[in-house]
């Protein structure tokens, strides 16, 4: 069976004026492709239903300048065709880096950074998500605490890998086909893959220790986040009530949590609204309000998302008397 299709988001951004402008949370790249404004390119989804979850997508782009999410996945691009004198430009959070899209180069999106794209010419490519439960089963104590780091030298400018090319070629062919004996190939595959992604980019064991945030640091986040859960909370403000840069925040916070602090917080969020739901007679519209959500609509729609169950549907199983 083909997994051609993904959840749904939790979609933060709100319906009219009151929106405050908040971003998508989304749960994969391959929703982020479909449902964002890179939906307007042509694409293929594929997938295996084997035991390491992957996906890989065939898009055909051309001009764009847009912002890619984080998202708890690894992505390999790999470029199939491109037209004369194509340019990508990328920024994963060290500053811009340039160069001339080439068949065969790839390039490597490391899990849980956001990246600015900026491309002119047309191309197709041909992507490889890993979600990183699918490198940690394939890893396990190798696999680097900090995968942006881990992976950087695959992120700075394009490199040629007949390997994982050719590999990344036949995952596709076999998603399409569909072979029973295919999910042996994809898991067989797929555990090269990334033991050959993790020694090309030469991640140093040294930095592969986990090494979480401090009780302590942690503490002041949960404790600025309840105080504050009503306002429009920014990575910024967590960081800063950790006494840590974003950069740094976001990354050891995410090891020590297991969520980024986005997901953690709308988490947070809606346990805060379960409390008021089950223990007030406050409206939506004032419970939205107090856990910081941009609308009631805003609240409904993430709340039914994350629980399966609209607000109201919660209350009437879980009022307190």
């Not at 379960?274 to 419970?287: E, N, P, T």
Request: charged letters at 20%; aromatic letters at 8%.
């Amino acid at each position: 069976m083909r997994t051609d299709t993904l959840p749904d988001a939790v979609n933060e951004q709100a319906d009219g004026p009151e929106s405050k402008a908040a971003a998508p949370c989304w749960q994969s790249y391959a929703q982020f492709l479909r449902e964002s404004a890179y939906g307007v390119f042509p694409q293929r989804h594929r997938g295996l239903a084997g035991r390491l979850p992957f996906s890989m997508i065939e898009v055909m782009q051309s001009d764009h300048d847009f912002t890619d999410p984080d998202v708890p996945e690894t992505v390999l691009a790999l470029p199939l065709v491109v037209s004369a004198h194509n340019r990508w430009s990328w920024n994963m959070g060290s500053g811009w880096r340039h160069a001339s899209a080439a068949p065969g180069h790839l390039l490597v999106l490391p899990a849980g950074i956001e990246s600015n794209w900026r491309v002119n010419g047309q191309r197709t490519l041909l992507l490889l998500t890993l979600p990183t439960h699918t490198l940690e089963s394939v890893l396990g104590g190798a696999l680097a605490s900090d995968l942006p780091r881990a992976f950087d030298a695959l992120t700075r400018q394009p490199w040629e890998d007949a390997f994982i090319a050719q590999s990344m070629l036949r995952l596709w062919h076999a998603s399409l086909e569909q072979a029973p004996t295919d999910r042996l190939l994809a898991d067989g595959a797929l555990i090269a893959v990334i033991t050959h992604l993790l020694q090309r980019a030469g991640a140093d064991a040294r930095q592969q220790r986990r090494i979480a945030m401090p009780a302590w640091r942690l503490q002041r986040v949960i404790e600025f986040a309840d105080a504050h859960l009503h306002e429009d909370l920014s990575i910024a403000s967590l960081a800063d009530a950790a006494g840590l840069s974003v950069r740094h925040f976001a990354r050891a916070f995410t090891l020590q949590v297991g969520a980024t602090p986005h997901r953690w917080l709308m988490k947070r969020r809606i346990e805060r609204a379960k409390q008021r739901l089950a223990h007030s007679d406050d409206s939506l519209a004032r419970i939205a309000q107090a856990c910081g959500f941009a609308a009631q609509s805003h609240f409904t729609r993430v709340f039914r998302l994350m629980t399966g169950e609209t607000p109201r549907q919660w209350q009437l199983l879980h009022k307190q008397s």
